[in-house]
């Protein structure tokens, strides 16, 4: 009787050595955590993908001015709109965000008879916003410069306006008071005689400084009247030219002073044309100190 050989029985398995307390649950908390940052790298990548989209439709439809209409100018009587656009250099559409409004602001105070220009953008809706505030031409100028004389305007305190600047502005004020040699040194004693052109009256014509500094008004009235240089009196003289203007012309019979100096403001000097002399009773003393 043939014995069929049996397979050799496998040897028998240890049993499982159990895991400390805890292990599982610890095992449980990793594999959450880990699909947890899953999860955030997920809605990290998608806030990303909608804010990169949310961003090139504002560049490119919502954050651009199409046109004129979205351009707002408040403040000034005198600068329009498209000068403003032109001045700023915007071509249309024009991003918003390729703005600068502090490099605006600086390019129309220089292109535009303003003093002071604010640039503000807004969003929702698209818009570009200029304040500004007039420069405001109140005589005719002329200075001199290496190419030769060129004309423009001053503003009431004595600073420049260039013609260009002054191109296309509605003309508000009578502009026939003319400074001849202007220069910016000069401009703080300019600004105090057109503080004075009230008391100075209609009369006075032109406002002029000689190459050496000295100042010299030239009026209906009286004729030339030399104020001297730009030092602490030019108060004091522009105060007796004030007077002399009211008082002097009504005792002069009619003539017309070929010259009046008035660089020293206590102790005036007129000059008749012929050498003629003042009618009797006539004197060229100011008015007391501190007074018109």
Do not use: C
């Amino acid at each position: 009787m043939t014995t069929t050989p049996q397979p050799p029985s496998s040897a028998p398995q240890p049993p499982a050595t159990p895991q400390p307390p805890g292990a599982v649950r610890r095992q449980q908390l990793k594999q959450e955590r880990r699909a947890d940052r899953l999860r955030q790298l997920w809605q990290l990548l998608v806030f990303l993908g909608l804010a990169t989209g949310l961003g090139w439709v504002l560049l490119r439809h919502g954050w651009n001015l199409r046109d004129a209409s979205q351009v707002e100018v408040v403040g000034s009587r005198l600068v329009s709109r498209d000068q403003v656009i032109q001045a700023a250099g915007l071509q249309f559409p024009q991003p918003l965000i390729t703005l600068e409004p502090r490099e605006l602001s600086r390019t129309l105070t220089q292109a535009l008879p303003v003093e002071q220009v604010q640039v503000s953008r807004t969003i929702l809706p698209p818009r570009l916003r200029f304040e500004l505030v007039d420069r405001e031409a109140v005589a005719r100028a002329e200075r001199r410069t290496p190419r030769g004389p060129e004309a423009g305007y001053i503003d009431r305190l004595g600073s420049w306006i260039s013609a260009q600047q002054h191109d296309g502005v509605r003309v508000r004020r009578d502009l026939s008071l003319r400074v001849v040699g202007w220069n910016e040194r000069h401009r703080p004693t300019l600004a105090r005689v057109l503080a004075h052109r009230r008391q100075l009256g209609t009369g006075l014509d032109e406002v002029r400084f000689e190459p050496d500094g000295s100042l010299w008004l030239v009026t209906t009235p009286l004729g030339r009247i030399r104020l001297g240089p730009s030092d602490n009196q030019v108060d004091r003289r522009l105060d007796v030219a004030a007077y002399l203007l009211t008082t002097l012309p009504p005792r002069l019979a009619g003539r017309k002073p070929s010259l009046i100096d008035l660089s020293d403001p206590e102790q005036p000097e007129l000059s008749l044309p012929g050498g003629g002399r003042l009618p009797s009773g006539t004197t060229l003393a100011g008015p007391p100190q501190g007074g018109q």
